[in-house]
């Protein structure tokens, strides 16, 4: 009987060596590891369109008013509408019309997008219901380099 229970006993402990992972030989290179695929964010989508028509703005093929409709076409598809998003848009927009019409120097326009930005920074603490991804001003505040709402 003693026989049989360390039999078992055996056949039991090697049983788990299949799942315990081998040591490569000595000598054999393994290949790199791949990490797994991280889909973008929502953030970072915004900003590669971003880019993208400001490559179309900088040719002249779209004022930075069309531009930022077609950011904004682009937002409500990949984010959906939000209070946040859309207060920050609404500053977006007349910046880029304020712009197109010369009323508005580049420094006038990042001070000002600057500062409907740290609004938001300083009011989101208070904010009673936060949306739960605000992309948009997420993706400005990165470009401004500022830390994320909600951090």
Do not use: H
Not at 2 to 30: D, N
Not at 32 to 61: C, F, H, I, T, Y
Not at 122 to 141: E, G, I, V
């Amino acid at each position: 009987m003693k026989k049989l229970a360390l039999i078992f006993m055996a056949a039991a402990t090697l049983s788990g060596c299949t799942i315990i992972p081998t040591l490569p030989e000595p000598g054999v290179q393994q290949p790199p590891r791949k990490p797994p695929a991280v889909a973008p964010s929502k953030v970072d989508l915004l900003l590669k369109e971003a880019n993208r028509l400001a490559d179309e703005v900088k040719a002249g093929r779209l004022s930075r008013t069309a531009a930022a409709d077609q950011l904004n076409a682009y937002r409500l598809r990949a984010a959906g509408p939000n209070l946040v998003d859309d207060n920050t848009f609404a500053t977006y927009r007349y910046i880029a019309v304020e712009r197109d019409a010369g009323r508005m120097s580049p420094t006038e326009a990042q001070d000002k997008m600057d500062a409907k930005l740290r609004e938001w920074l300083r009011a989101w603490p208070r904010l009673r219901q936060k949306p739960a991804d605000p992309a948009f001003t997420n993706f400005l505040l990165k470009v401004y380099r500022l830390p994320p709402l909600g951090y």
